[in-house]
T-cell receptor, first 111, second 109 residues
């Protein structure tokens, strides 16, 4: 692994289903983030984690949950998907208040 | 509230110079970032300014005025591969990034 990986690359999901987006980094960064990106709205922070074992809510946390059991992994779960959660999801990590490194993204469609 | 403003779209000619402006209003300020994002790809880091002035990095330069809440990204000797969206983001007092919607830059031959 080099950098940040996300899985799946894309997914079509029926409304009401549960879905977990995976994110793994091998840079030993303390901080990790989940964003959604929608056309015309820019990146919006869903949840973040400053270090393993801690998480916090971002700008748009409703309908999403995260966990940070270790430094490398930061999964994002949609408990019961709704069409408004159709978006491109990016995971990112950083080791300071400076540059964030982004994963390749997951394109999610909820029907 | 917190807000980042940047133009939605700009067009420039290959070989020319273009300046992309960004104004920000945040609760506290700990720096201004510019990222580049090609269509269908992840954002990648371009520059970081925390002090007033110009930072030059090859063909790209970034300027910050903290008193005016203003930054710009200057791209010189434009190449077709510079066609992308350019995202401005400000780090607030909680060290959270507040993102603009991005400026789509179209380069014409």
């Amino acid at each position: 692994i080099a950098g940040i990986t996300q899985a799946p690359t894309s997914q079509i999901l029926a409304a009401g289903r549960r879905m977990t987006l995976r994110c793994t980094q091998d840079m030993r960064h303390n901080a990790m983030y989940w964003y959604r990106q929608d056309l015309g709205l820019g990146l919006r922070l869903i949840h973040y984690s400053n270090t393993a074992g801690t998480t916090g809510k971002g700008e748009v946390p409703d309908g999403y949950s995260v966990s940070r059991a270790n430094t490398d992994d930061f999964p994002l779960t949609l408990a019961s998907a709704v069409p408004s959660q159709t978006s491109v999801y990016f995971c990112a990590s950083s080791d300071s208040e400076r540059e964030q490194f982004f994963g390749p993204g997951t394109r999610l469609t909820v029907l | 509230g917190q807000n980042i403003d940047q133009p939605t779209e700009m067009t420039a000619t290959e070989g020319a110079i273009v300046q992309i402006n960004c104004t920000y209003q945040t609760s506290g300020f700990n720096g201004l970032f510019w990222y580049q994002q090609h269509a269908g790809e992840a954002p990648t880091f371009l520059s970081y300014n925390v002090l007033d002035g110009l930072e030059e990095k090859g063909r790209f330069s970034s300027f910050l005025s903290r008193s005016k809440g203003y930054s710009y990204l200057l791209l010189k000797e434009l190449q077709m591969k510079d066609s992308a969206s350019y995202l401005c983001a400000a780090l607030d007092s909680n060290y959270q990034l507040i993102w603009g919607a991005g400026t789509k830059l179209i380069i014409k031959p």
